[in-house]
């Protein structure tokens, strides 16, 4: 059980689940403002998110936060697959590079380290979130 100022206790499910009340709610105008979500925005996503995980009680704070963090390494991923000799694996969502092409990768981008030999399974469906068009 999460409480305000208490740090979330986070895992692929429940990223998995944020993006999703993300993308549920990403084309209601009253949620939204220039900038990103608005307060109302917030206040809504997270009660549905806490609607559909129970036991987590997260506030808006921690998905705030945990929002920032996704967005962070989704660019980190994104620019890092701009570079040149990086491959990149679709089924895995996983950048393939030789080890000293990661070692400035991890130079330029140093949040995509944590990607070396992990996958990034919400890439694309951070991609929708964050790249409108």
Known sequence: MSKEGARASWNSTYEKGLVDVLHDNKDNPKLKGQ???????????????NE??????????QL?????????????????RKESWTGWNDSLCMILAEPEVWA??????PKVARFRKKPFPLFYSLEALYEEC
């Open 104 to 109: 400035r990768l991890i130079s330029a981008h």
């Open 64 to 80: 705030q936060e945990k929002d920032k963090e996704l967005k962070s390494s989704y660019k980190a991923v994104r620019d890092s």
């Open 35 to 49: 900038n990103g979500w608005n307060s109302e925005g917030w206040k809504c996503i997270t009660a549905k998110f």
């Open 52 to 61: 559909r995980f129970s036991l987590a009680h997260f506030t808006k704070q």
